[in-house]
């Protein structure tokens, strides 16, 4: 059973930076490395939307909201995947989770969120004006 953990969430004032990070667990890590991991948010009253992804060969996909100021990266030795945020605004304000693709061979849309299959509890991220 794989299981993911969001950590780093918290409060910051606006234009300030946030590092979240997502852990893996249940999965080797050759297993873990040939995923792609994705990060989405859900503001309140909201749907939940895309916000980055990244490959096993490390290439990166954003929303546009978050380009520019969001980095993700990813840790194989770690399980790991984390996302920097920095110029926060307070449109940035949700909970965040992150997420395994189902399919390791998929190359299309990666911000279809019924393309994931494994998600975190999430983490709250709240930007104050």
């Known amino acids: 059973q794989v299981h993911l953990v969001e950590s780093g969430g918290g409060l910051v004032q606006a234009g300030g930076s946030l590092r979240l990070s997502c852990t893996a667990s249940?999965?080797?890590?050759?297993?873990?490395?040939?995923?792609?991991m994705g990060w989405f948010r859900q503001a309140r009253g909201k749907g939940q939307e895309f916000v980055a992804a990244?490959?096993?060969?490390?290439?990166?996909y954003y929303s546009d909201s978050a380009k520019g100021r969001f980095t993700i990266s990813r840790d194989n030795a770690k399980n790991t995947v984390t996302l920097q945020m920095n110029s926060l605004k307070p449109e940035d304000t949700a909970v965040y989770y992150c997420?395994?693709?189902?399919?390791?061979?998929?190359?299309?849309?990666?911000?279809?969120?019924?393309?994931?299959?494994?998600w975190g509890p999430g983490t709250q991220v709240t930007v104050s004006s």
């Open positions: 990244i490959t096993e060969n490390t290439s990166t």
């Open positions: 249940g999965l080797s890590i050759s297993t873990y490395t040939a995923y792609t």
């Open positions: 997420a395994r693709l189902r399919n390791p061979y998929y190359t299309g849309n990666y911000a279809i969120r019924e393309k994931y299959d494994y």
